[in-house]
C-alpha cells in the first residue's frame, strides 16, 4: 500500500513535526517529568505503556503513553478487564490527555505527526483493511486530527462510521492548510477545557 510522497508530506510536514515535538519538550520538560513521577509513586514501575500499533502504510510501531492502569490480576493469574484496572488517577490523565505526551518521542522518531490519524490498537485496525477503510492508512498517525476536533464540534457525538470516513478525507486531502486549521482547532479546544 506504499505511495509516492507529496513534497509537503516528506519535507515540511516531517520538519514541522520534529521543531513542534522538540519545542514541546523544552518547554514542557517540567511537565513530563511531574507526570513520570507520579505516575511511578501511584502505579509503580514501568512508568510508560508500550503497545505496538499500526501506522501510515500499515507499518507496526510501539506507541508510548503514561500509565493509566494496574497490572491487577484474578485468582488465574488473567489480567482483570481495564474498566477495573483503569484507575482514578489514570482516569484523570486520560481525560486532559497528559498520558499522551510520551508520543511525542514517537514524533520524534517518524513514527507519528502532530497531525494525522490516530493509530488504532491491532484488533480494531484488522476490522479496517477492507477496500472500504484501508485508504486510513495512507495518512501518517497523529496525535490530533480531523474527528478529533470535528468530534468537539458535534458535542462529542461521531458514531464509529463517520469517525472512519474523517480519516479517510484526511488521507485523501492532508496539506499544510489543513493541518495548521487541526492544530489551531485543537489548541482552542484545550482552552475551552473539553476532551479531546
Not at 523544552?26 to 507520579?38: D, I, N, S
Not at 511511578?40 to 503497545?51: N, Y
Not at 507519528?112 to 492508512?137: C, H, K, W
Request: hydrophobic share 40%; net charge neutral; proline share 5%.
Amino acid at each position: 500500500m506504499d505511495r509516492k510522497q507529496s513534497f509537503y508530506e516528506r519535507y515540511i510536514k516531517r520538519a514541522l513535526d520534529i521543531v513542534c515535538a522538540l519545542a514541546a519538550l523544552l518547554v514542557f520538560v517540567w511537565l513530563y517529568l511531574l507526570v513520570a513521577m507520579l505516575v511511578r509513586f501511584k502505579l509503580g514501575s514501568p512508568v510508560l505503556f508500550v503497545q505496538p500499533r499500526p501506522g501510515k502504510d500499515e507499518k507496526i510501531f510501539k506507541l508510548y503513553k503514561f500509565r493509566t492502569m494496574t497490572d491487577a490480576q484474578d485468582e488465574h493469574g488473567e489480567l482483570l478487564p481495564d474498566e477495573i484496572r483503569l484507575t482514578a488517577f489514570g482516569r484523570s490523565l486520560r481525560a486532559t490527555s497528559l498520558d499522551e505526551l510520551p508520543e511525542v518521542f514517537n514524533i520524534l522518531k517518524g513514527d507519528m505527526s502532530v497531525v494525522g490519524n490516530r493509530p488504532l490498537p491491532i484488533y480494531e485496525a484488522e476490522q479496517l483493511t477492507s477496500d472500504n477503510y484501508i485508504e486510513r492508512f495512507m495518512a501518517p498517525s497523529g496525535l490530533t486530527g480531523l474527528w478529533q476536533v470535528e468530534k468537539r464540534g458535534n458535542g462529542g457525538s461521531l458514531s464509529p462510521e463517520e469517525r472512519k470516513q474523517l480519516d479517510i478525507k484526511y488521507a485523501r486531502t492532508f496539506s499544510f492548510s489543513l493541518d495548521m486549521k487541526i492544530i489551531i482547532r485543537t489548541f482552542t479546544a484545550f482552552i475551552q477545557e473539553e476532551n479531546v
